[in-house]
């Protein structure tokens, strides 16, 4: 459909916009600003959807993800009550063209609440937070020298060893499969050079990295074990792709990936950690609410007990859907 009216469009856009303002990230941008000239060949639908996801801080691939799925639900209700549809931000699956879950070709599976999830810097991180009883461990050791990382990730398998904690190893996926690790953890920048059937074939668990819906429909087509959704709050440890997504956007993903599991990861501390288990995910990835605590194994324990205190209370209900 060609020859849209722009105000029309605009209009729509804004109803989108003021309906869904808990999801705006930044500062705020009138929707009639965000219309492009290429919008004037979508559907009148698709290009307010593609406007009020830009205005209120999308990306451009995560506002065409987005555009596709508003347009898909449209199709899929029949236009019953458009009213309505305004007002609920789209979270069905098949309207992103997610598979059903549990799906048949996924990766080993792993705990739907992975629990207190921490990201570690080298062995001896882990051996001392596998020894506090923290269920979920990663090992995050960069450096270039493979002979280091072959060890470290040898040492880190060892030192979970006979305890309750799982261990992914992130990114050095052909060390985490020779030592016999529970996971590995990828971000989408290392899918491209890694053996994802090899992963599989070994039966390690997979993690996959995800800062938005277009990364989210990417990381999910692989089936992975479980989607780490981030960042939720704003981060010094390394340069993000994206704005923080804030506990409604949070929110809006755990509904689209209802039944699978879900880390949340960025900039979450204590206070922080009631407000991302509300939205619905399994587990809460910390790093420096732990390593640059003055006591981490004290801070860890803390961290845990919330967690439990948090998973105790009544799930939010679903989302209606359409």
Aim: some cysteine; glycine content about 8%; overall charge neutral.
């Amino acid at each position: 459909m060609t020859g849209i009216d722009p105000s029309s469009v605009a209009a729509l856009a804004a109803r989108i916009a003021r309906a869904h303002a808990a999801l705006q990230v930044g500062p705020a941008q009138p929707p009639a600003q965000c219309l492009r000239p290429a919008d004037a060949t979508l559907a009148p639908l698709a290009a307010a959807a593609i406007a009020a996801a830009r205005s209120l801080g999308y990306d451009e691939d995560d506002a065409a993800v987005i555009a596709r799925a508003w347009q898909a639900r449209r199709q899929r209700s029949g236009g019953s009550d458009f009213d309505r549809e305004l007002e609920t931000w789209p979270d069905d699956p098949a309207d992103y063209g997610l598979a059903p879950w549990p799906r048949a070709d996924a990766f080993a599976p792993c705990p739907q609440a992975l629990g207190l999830y921490a990201v570690l810097p080298d062995a001896a991180w882990v051996a001392r937070l596998a020894q506090a009883g923290v269920p979920t461990l990663q090992l995050r050791f960069k450096s270039s020298n493979a002979a280091s990382v072959r060890a470290e990730v040898r040492a880190a398998v060892r030192a979970v060893a006979g305890t309750g904690s799982r261990l992914f190893v992130n990114d050095h996926w052909r060390c985490a499969i020779e030592a016999g690790a529970y996971g590995v953890h990828l971000g989408q920048e290392d899918l491209a050079g890694a053996d994802l059937d090899a992963i599989r074939a070994a039966g390690l668990r997979l993690g996959l990295s995800t800062h938005g819906y277009a990364e989210i429909v990417r990381a999910e087509r692989c089936a992975p074990s479980y989607l780490a959704l981030g960042a939720v709050y704003p981060t010094t440890l390394k340069a993000m792709p994206t704005a923080p997504q804030g506990p409604a956007r949070l929110a809006a993903y755990a509904r689209l990936l209802r039944g699978r599991p879900l880390v949340a990861i960025g900039g979450i501390d204590e206070a922080r950690l009631p407000a991302v288990l509300a939205s619905g995910v399994g587990a809460v990835a910390v790093v420096r609410a732990i390593v640059a605590a003055p006591d981490p194994e004290a801070a860890a324990q803390r961290l845990m007990c919330a967690v439990d205190r948090c998973g105790d209370a009544p799930a939010p209900p679903p989302r209606e859907t359409l």
